[in-house]
Nanobody, 120 residues
Framework: QVQLAESGGGQVQAGGSLSLTCTATGHTMCVSAMGWFRQVPGKEREVVAGINAGGGTYLRDSVKGRFTITRDNARNTMTLQMTRLKPEDTGVYYC??????????????WGQGTQVTVSS
């Protein structure tokens, strides 16, 4: 199994910055692509950013130019650097990992989430 732990959430005023880190432990060979998702009450969880094993990245349009996603494969960590935060960035941020192709690893995993609150 893979365990994912998020850290770095908190409360900040609009225009401020926060950095979220996801640390993977356990069977980290079963971690390939990773991503950050966000959920607010009453809405579905949505993808914010993703990064594959080779470092290719995805950012949803609303965070482009403000958020940066990186990973350190040697340390099994993924970081989401968030700048110029807006109130609409508020939510619980979850880390997710997807397995590599092949029969040995078949499960995706989620962290427990970390709250990000941006006040206006």
């Amino acid at each position: 199994q893979v365990q994912l732990a998020e850290s770095g959430g908190g409360q900040v005023q609009a225009g401020g910055s926060l950095s979220l880190t996801c640390t993977a432990t356990g069977h980290t060979m079963c971690v390939s692509a990773m991503g950050w998702f966000r959920q607010v009450p009453g809405k579905e969880r949505e993808v914010v950013a993703g990064i594959n094993a080779g470092g290719g990245t995805y950012l949803r349009d609303s965070v482009k130019g403000r958020f940066t996603i990186t990973r350190d494969n040697a340390r099994n960590t993924m970081t989401l650097q968030m700048t110029r935060l807006k109130p609409e960035d508020t939510g619980v941020y979850y880390c997710k990992s997807d397995p590599p192709a092949g029969p040995l690893c078949t499960e995706s995993y989620w962290g427990q989430g970390t709250q990000v609150t941006v006040s206006s």
